[in-house]
Nanobody, 121 residues
């Protein structure tokens, strides 16, 4: 079983920056991938960025060049550095982790409760 705790959201001015963190805890044996999704009111949830165990990354087109996803494997933590924020980035951001844990076979998906990011114009 895995618990995810996100932090770093807030209200910022357009052009500003925020750094989101997501810490995974529990009897984790390995993490296959960690990522960030976002959802704005009345809109569909969308993938923002993903990073695999090996360090491969993938970004949604609108955030390429502005956002950077990274991880600290020793801390089971994933970060999302968001620069040059735009009003359209406003959404609730959710951490997503695919992991295995001791005592259970297979890979399971977990979600954090989300952290709000609001960008004013």
């Amino acid at each position: 079983q895995v618990q995810l705790v996100e932090s770093g959201g807030g209200l910022v001015q357009a052009g500003g920056s925020l750094r989101l963190s997501c810490v995974a805890s529990g009897r984790i044996s390995s993490i296959n991938a960690m990522g960030w999704y976002r959802q704005a009111p009345g809109k569909q949830r969308e993938l923002v960025a993903v990073i695999t165990r090996g360090g491969s990354t993938n970004y949604e087109d609108s955030v390429k060049g502005r956002f950077t996803i990274s991880r600290d494997n020793s801390k089971n933590t994933v970060y999302l550095q968001m620069n040059i924020l735009k009003p359209e980035d406003t959404a609730r951001y959710y951490c997503n982790v695919r992991a295995s844990y001791y005592g259970v076979s297979g890979v399971y998906e977990y979600w954090g409760q989300g952290t709000q990011v609001t960008v004013s114009s």
